[in-house]
C-alpha cells in the first residue's frame, strides 16, 4: 500500500503559476485534495502555499500583492540580471513556517543544482530559500547559494517533477502550464525565447504522460505572459475552468 492516496505534480510556467492555485480550487470543489505535492519554479511557490495550509484564494492574494518590479532587484549582471529578494520577503512574512518538514502537507521543491549539474528534490531545508531557488530562472535571476552550492530553476532540468512522488502514491495528478501548440509564423525575438522555453521544458512531457492518472493542461495559458501578474485572476480562472470541464466520477 502506498504511502499517499493523492499527489499533485505542479510544473513551472511563471506567472501562469496562478493556474495551479485556481486548479487546486476546482479540484477541492470535486472532493479530490492532495495529501502530497511536487513543484517546481512557479508549482514550487504555489505548491508552498497550499502546503501551508493557505487557501486557494489567499495565495491568490499574496502573491498578486505586489508588481513584478517590487519582487526583484536589479544585480549588476555578474550572476543574474535581477535578485528575488522581494519575493523571498513576501513569501517569508506569508509563511506560517520556516522549514520544509514543518508544512502541513508534505512538500517537495524541485531545483536544479548548477554546481553539480543535477536535478534535486528536497523536503527538508529552509523553505524560502528552496523556492526562490526553485524559480530563479537562469541569467535572468542569480542563482541562490545553498550549503556551498548554486541552485536556479528546477524547471531547467525537471518542469514537471513526479519522480518524487512516483512510488509514494495510490494516484497521479500533474498540471503543465506550458502547452505547446503548432505554430505557422515565427514572429518577434521575444517570441522566439519563448517558444524555445516551451519547446525545452516539454521535450519529455509525452513519455512522463504516461507515469500520472490525470494530466491537466489549459490549452488557453497559451496566449497567457510568462511574467505579467496583471493576469493573475484571469489565469486563475483558466485553471479553474479548466478542471471544472473534466469528469472525475472514477478517479
Do not use: W
Not at 502555499?49 to 492574494?61: C, H, M, Q, V, Y
Amino acid at each position: 500500500m502506498k504511502k499517499y492516496k493523492v499527489g499533485l505534480v505542479l510544473s513551472g510556467g511563471g506567472s501562469r503559476g496562478f493556474a495551479h492555485l485556481g486548479v487546486i480550487k476546482a479540484l477541492k470543489e470535486k472532493g479530490i485534495e492532495p495529501d502530497v505535492i511536487s513543484g517546481a519554479s512557479a508549482g514550487s511557490i504555489a505548491g508552498s502555499l497550499i502546503a501551508d495550509g493557505k487557501s486557494p484564494e489567499d495565495a491568490l492574494k499574496i502573491i498578486k500583492n505586489r508588481g513584478f518590479s517590487e519582487y526583484t532587484s536589479i544585480r549588476f549582471p555578474r550572476k543574474g540580471f535581477f535578485s528575488l529578494d522581494g519575493l523571498r520577503k513576501e513569501l517569508e512574512d506569508a509563511y506560517s513556517v520556516k522549514r520544509i518538514e514543518d508544512l502541513q502537507i508534505p512538500f517537495y521543491a524541485c531545483v536544479t543544482n548548477f554546481s553539480k549539474g543535477s536535478v534535486e528534490y528536497h523536503n527538508k531545508g529552509v523553505l524560502s530559500d528552496f523556492v526562490i531557488a526553485s524559480s530563479s530562472i537562469p541569467i535572468m535571476f542569480e542563482p541562490v547559494l545553498i550549503d556551498g552550492y548554486h541552485y536556479v530553476d528546477g524547471g531547467l532540468l525537471d518542469n514537471l517533477p513526479f519522480k518524487p512522488l512516483q512510488n509514494i502514491c495510490e494516484k497521479l495528478i500533474a498540471v503543465n502550464l506550458v502547452p505547446v501548440i503548432k505554430t505557422e509564423k515565427i514572429g518577434s525575438m521575444k517570441h522566439i525565447i519563448g517558444r524555445t522555453l516551451d519547446l525545452a521544458v516539454n521535450c519529455k512531457l509525452p513519455e512522463l504522460k504516461e507515469f500520472v492518472d490525470v494530466f491537466i493542461e489549459p490549452k488557453e495559458l497559451r496566449y497567457s505572459s510568462f511574467f505579467s501578474i496583471k493576469e493573475a485572476d484571469e489565469v486563475f480562472k483558466i485553471g479553474y475552468e479548466s478542471v471544472m470541464k473534466m469528469d472525475f466520477d472514477n478517479f
